[in-house]
């Protein structure tokens, strides 16, 4: 009698560590939505703009400090850098969604999006579907979300080399690690507004 093969078992592949500790640290970073002291305002879009600006230069001057130490010691810094420069755009999507009236609506997938979607795409693609201005925001389980975590931390891993190779270079180096994230948090700014300024849908848990 022949026997019926068993079905292939999908494996997700293994972690480096490098893309394993920035998945972690992004699971620990989202776990909880910020509060925020803004209110919603007459005028979000001029407000919005003010506060991305206030944003992005607070996170160039955070990380081009920690982009100081020059060699070695500099690739210590690397991912406390990135989880600074992380903490600052979150409070920022929190403040943005203030200014929009969409404090009150924002989960912790919504800062997932804002955060990511311009550097790991395909990490968020599970979170948020547009249509026209309407956005569906899914809520997603704790399997889900350790899923798109290791998405964005394997494709953030692959950019440190770049600015690992910039600390090998003081001040010349951290004047560009700041320059990168001024606009990275600039373009987390651009979505959450893109995303506030339209009608958004949060799935019903269950």
Request: glycine residues 8%; aromatic residues 4%.
């Amino acid at each position: 009698m022949a026997t019926r093969k068993k079905p292939a078992t999908k494996v997700e592949p293994p972690e480096d560590s490098g893309s394993h500790l920035i998945s972690q640290a992004i699971l620990s970073l989202v776990g909880q939505v910020p509060s925020s002291k803004e209110r919603k305002s007459k005028t979000p879009a001029d407000d919005a703009r003010k506060k991305a600006n206030a944003a992005a230069a607070k996170a160039a001057l955070a990380a081009g400090a920690l982009a100081l130490p020059p060699g070695p010691l500099g690739w210590l810094t690397l991912l406390p850098e990135m989880v600074g420069v992380w903490k600052i755009q979150k409070q920022l999507v929190a403040d943005l969604a203030s200014l929009y009236g969409k404090r009150s609506t924002l989960t912790s997938e919504q800062v997932v999006y804002c955060l990511f979607q311009h550097t790991a795409a395909q990490g968020v693609r599970d979170l948020v579907v547009r249509v026209g201005q309407r956005t569906l925001v899914r809520r997603a389980s704790p399997m889900l979300i350790r899923a798109i975590t290791r998405r964005i931390g394997t494709k953030l891993a692959q950019r440190l080399l770049g600015k690992g190779v910039a600390r090998w270079v003081p001040i010349v180096g951290a004047v560009g690690v700041g320059a990168y994230a001024y606009v990275d948090t600039a373009q987390v700014a651009a979505t959450a507004i893109d995303l506030f300024e339209g009608v958004i849908e949060v799935e019903v848990d269950g």
